[in-house]
Each structure stands twice: as C-alpha cells, then as structure tokens.
C-alpha cells in the first residue's frame, strides 16, 4: 500500500485545456512538495505547500493543500507542450515519502 | 542545471561486474541521497547521507554499497546486481539542519541502470 496516491496515473490532454491531478494520503504531513520530472531528466521542486488549505500559484500552476494536510491538487490552467513531464507528490513527516507519480502529455 | 552530477548516465552491465556510480553537487549542501526509480513505483529512499554521516539505509541490500567521502560526493557501487535491479537512480542533496530529511531535494539528472 501506498503512502501517498497520486491519481490519475496518466493524463493526455489538448494544448489549452486544464487539468487538475490529485495527490491522497491517510496520514496526516507537516508540508508536502511537488516536483515536475521531464523525460531523460531528474525530477525539479516546483513548490512546497505547508499550511492546511494553503493555495500556492506559479504562473498557470496552480496548488492546494488540503484542511486537513492529508491532500493536496495541483492545477494547469491552459496547459501548453512545456508542461509535459511526470509530477511527483511527496509528503514530509520525519522523512519524504514520494507518490507514483501522475504521467501528463499535452498534445500540441 | 541543478548544481547535482550524476555520471554515467546510461551504464549496462552483467551479474559478475563490479561498477559505480557518481554523483557531485556543488550547491553547498550538508545531505546528499540515493533514491530508486522504477516504473509506476514511488521513488524508493535507498541511502541518506547527512555531513558525510549515513542515517539511513532503508534495507537495502547490500550489493549496493554507498560511498560519501566528503560533502560533495557520493558514490554508489555495484556488485553482483541482479536484472531486477535496473532502473534509474537518482542522486540528490538538500541544506538539512538535522535529523532525516524533509527539506526540498535537488536532483541530478539520474543514472539508467541495465542490468542483463
């Protein structure tokens, strides 16, 4: 069983469409990170959200940690082909713990 | 650039071989990891080092041996791999006051392992 589960696992969408993919944990994380991994490359941080029902924005990304800091969405606004990559959750108690990762394609 | 090397990149090699990887960061960080990337599996924490200290080894076995000479290099030997142990590994560092990390990671670009 998964610590965080990410979801959906895969997600191919047209150039201008929004997207939204989702990140679940039963237990409870004192912040948690999104990263943006692109073929052939390591994965980069995109943002670190700490407090419950916090909303982070970068640029037509937006991101949400739930109330309760068990969850967390992360947002695409107008998704162009530079946001394709694998987006990775990861949760923070005493160490990381990394979801699956959500695989998105945008199709030019 | 993330200011995290990884070398090689690409690296195939039989069961008997012996190998290393290595990766270098020149962002002035105090921790440095190994992490496990296989396909449709979380990333796998497999070494943490914290001021060339290791504080974790999440079981693994012990055909991958870790190096950390100095704060700024790490190492990862080979021995003995079995086929299932092809995947990507990752390096990275991250600036941790203490104890294990929840600091944001900076990764190097990876190093793909076949194993035949």
């Known amino acids: 069983t998964q610590l965080l589960e990410q979801s959906p696992q895969f997600l191919s969408i047209q150039e201008g469409e929004n997207l939204t993919v989702y990140c679940n944990s039963s237990s409870v994380f004192s912040s948690l990170q999104w990263y943006r991994q692109e073929p052939g490359e390591g994965p980069v941080l995109l943002v670190t959200?700490?407090?419950?029902?916090e909303v982070k924005k970068l640029k037509r990304l937006t991101f949400q940690f739930g109330d309760a800091r068990k969850d967390s969405s992360l947002h695409i606004t107008a998704a162009q082909p530079g946001d394709t990559g694998l987006y990775l959750c990861a949760g923070a108690d005493y160490k990381l713990s990394f979801g699956a990762g959500t695989t998105v394609t945008v199709r030019a | 650039e993330t200011g995290v090397t990884q070398t090689p990149r690409h690296l195939v090699m039989g069961m008997t071989n012996k190998k290393s990887l290595k990766c270098e960061q020149h962002?002035?960080?105090?921790?440095m990891y190994w992490y496990k990337q296989s396909a449709k599996k979380p990333l796998e924490l497999m070494f943490v080092?914290?001021?060339?200290?290791?504080?974790e080894n999440n079981s693994v076995p012990s055909r991958f041996s870790p190096e950390c000479p100095n704060s700024s290099h790490l190492f990862l030997h080979l021995h003995t791999l079995q086929p299932e142990d092809s995947a990507l590994y990752l390096c990275?560092?991250?600036?941790?006051?203490?104890?294990?990390?929840?600091?944001?990671?900076?990764f190097g670009e990876g190093s793909r392992l076949t194993v035949l």
């Open positions: 990275a560092s991250s600036q941790e006051n203490v104890g294990i990390s929840t600091g944001e990671l900076f």
């Open positions: 962002l002035g960080h105090n921790a």
């Open positions: 080092y914290s001021l060339e200290e290791r504080v």
């Open positions: 959200v700490v407090t419950g029902g």
